[in-house]
């Protein structure tokens, strides 16, 4: 509605189990169906361990459960699996998944709150440190409309920005 009826071309989400990605999904489907739109955008996932992406690649409809072989600062989207219907929209859709690193997550949550003022979750900041990664991969083209979803506020976990933070000035 905000982008006039106009559907984009990409939706990029972090992702867990993929609960909002299939309900976003459906939503653009529904929308589809009674006619206030005239096409379905494309779905992307940023995941933090790649059980998305290695079922794509592989082109297997059993997600591997994938080793959990770091500490990962977006807790919320920890997963090291998710589900088939995540992987069922991302197919439908033609999309795709990339994984995002702590470093990625970190930076683009500095940048979010310092260029925009926006102090996002680490897995919010991920799904821009995801379409960062979509564009340079030639996935996301410079023209393409994008509607990255910002799960929640970085109040929701703050432990993960305080290392980056400089010393708070007290009176």
Request: glycine share 8%; aromatic share 8%; charged share 15%.
């Amino acid at each position: 509605e905000q982008n006039n009826w106009q559907v984009p071309d990409y939706c990029v989400l972090p992702v867990c189990y993929g609960d909002a990605l299939i309900g976003m999904w459906r939503g653009f489907k529904e929308m589809l169906a009674l006619g206030w739109t005239d096409r379905l955008p494309r779905m992307m996932a940023a995941e933090i361990y790649g059980s998305l992406g290695a079922a794509l690649q592989s082109g297997s409809d059993a997600l591997p459960d994938m080793p959990n072989t770091h500490d990962t600062i977006a807790k919320s989207t920890s997963a090291t699996r998710s589900t088939y219907q995540a992987l069922h929209v991302l197919r439908q859709s033609g999309g795709a998944a990339t994984t995002v690193s702590n470093e990625a997550i970190l930076t683009w949550q500095l940048k979010l709150a310092k260029t925009e003022g926006l102090f996002v979750e680490p897995a919010a900041a991920g799904a821009i440190a995801a379409v960062a990664q979509f564009i340079e991969s030639g996935h996301i083209k410079k023209n393409d409309v994008v509607v990255a979803l910002l799960t929640a506020s970085g109040l929701k976990d703050v432990d993960a920005v305080v290392p980056a933070l400089k010393p708070l000035i007290t009176f």
